[in-house]
Each structure stands twice: as C-alpha cells, then as structure tokens.
C-alpha cells in the first residue's frame, strides 16, 4: 500500500461517518523502518510520524529534522521516567501517559523546561497483563490526578487486543473520554483504522500499511 492510498481511505471513512476531512490526523508510524522508506514519505510531504522508542527516535529524527521542516513526532510506545527530558526534546505529542510517577515527572519537568509536549493517557481497555495503560475504572481517577497536576491531557488512547474485535475497545475509549470532557482519540491502526474513524478517532497510528511490514530481523 501507500501514503496516497491510506489518505484516501481515510478520506473516505471520515465522509462516511459525516465528519470533516480534518477532523483526524494521519500519525505514519515509522518505528524500525529503514531510513529510506521513511525518507519516501517525508519527500511526498507527510510530516507526522510516530515511534516506539526514545531511544530509536533519537538516532533518527534529529537528521531528518535538519533536511525537513514541519515534523511532528508523537511517542506512541511506553516512556521511562528518566527518559522523560529525552522525550520533551524529541516529541510533540506523548501518547503513553500510564501511570502516577510518569504523570508526577513529566509535570516536574514541564516546570523546569517551560513547555510539555501535549499528552494522551494510555488506557489499558483490554485489561491485558502484558499491555501498558490505566485499567477502565480507574481512568477518571487519574484523569482528574494528571489535571490536579495541571498537565496538558488531550485524549486517550488505546490498543486493543489482537484476537477480539477492536470496535468494542474503540467505543469504550470514547466514551472514557467523554464523560471527561476529553476530545482527543488515538486509536486505529492498519488493521482497523476504519472502525476507529467511525467510532470518532481524532489520530490514527498506521504503521505497516504505508511503509510495508516491519523486518524485525
Ligand atoms: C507499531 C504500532 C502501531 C502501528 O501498527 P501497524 O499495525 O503497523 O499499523 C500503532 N500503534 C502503536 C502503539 C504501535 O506500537
């Protein structure tokens, strides 16, 4: 597939739930793709991309930033406390916000360097043990915790079990969401994009759709 043909998908599945073709970004997860497909996208105009890893996005991005303006990176994979810093440097966006003391550091450090990357809370909505993420029921409690802290939460995000139906998980995000007032949604990924958009995904995370499978090897 392509970067042309999940934008059109995309598209069409914002047009077919009525909503405006605005109304959702497009994050192009480029977590251990080579350099060169990366650059593939980056030369077709795409800016917004998303990685794992600090550590992966900081051998990188910092070159690609030099060749190319406009980049937003969004974290999408667990964060380190004492990667924290790192992540302020590397990141707009933080979609893996998870826990109490990752909630308390990155207000800490907020105060010292002056800005924060916008935040998304992870939610575990599968309950999975090996799944990072808040459990459902305790989502409004630490909501209200990472407001008390005054951090900037945009939305919730989730990844759904792989063997049940992603609807479901997708629904369920919504609707922690909007009982707290939250209008961002990261979820949907190659697989299930589409049932994400109809249940109201502001930002889509697709990875091996547009750059091909990853080679792990
Ligand atoms: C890898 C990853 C994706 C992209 O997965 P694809 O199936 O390749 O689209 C999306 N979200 C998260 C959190 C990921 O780690």
Request: net charge negative; charged share 25%; aromatic share 6%.
């Amino acid at each position: 597939m392509s970067l042309t043909e999940i934008t059109a998908r995309m598209d069409a599945a914002l047009s077919a739930a009525g909503r405006s073709a605005d109304s959702a970004a497009l994050i192009a997860v480029s977590k251990v793709q080579p350099d060169s497909r990366v650059e593939a996208v980056l030369q077709e105009g795409h800016r917004i991309f998303g990685e794992n890893r600090v550590q992966e996005a900081a051998g990188k991005w910092p070159a690609f930033r030099e060749k190319y303006d406009g980049i937003e990176l969004h974290l999408i994979g667990p964060l380190q406390t004492n990667k924290v810093r790192q992540a302020f440097e590397l990141f707009q966006v933080i979609h893996s916000v998870d826990r109490p003391k990752l909630a308390k550091t990155i207000a800490r450090i907020a105060e010292e360097e002056g800005h924060c990357p916008e935040l998304f809370i992870q939610i575990n909505t599968g309950e999975e043990d090996q799944k990072a993420g808040v459990s459902p029921k305790d989502a409004d409690d630490f909501i209200a915790e990472c407001r008390a802290l005054d951090l900037p939460i945009k939305g919730l995000m989730c990844i759904p079990p792989a063997e049940e139906e992603p609807s479901l998980h997708f629904a369920l995000l919504a609707k922690i969401a909007k009982r707290n007032d939250l209008a961002g949604l990261s979820m949907g990924m190659s697989g299930d994009f589409e049932s994400a958009i109809a249940q109201g995904a502001t930002h889509i995370r697709v990875g091996s759709a547009i750059f091909g499978e990853r080679d792990y090897g």
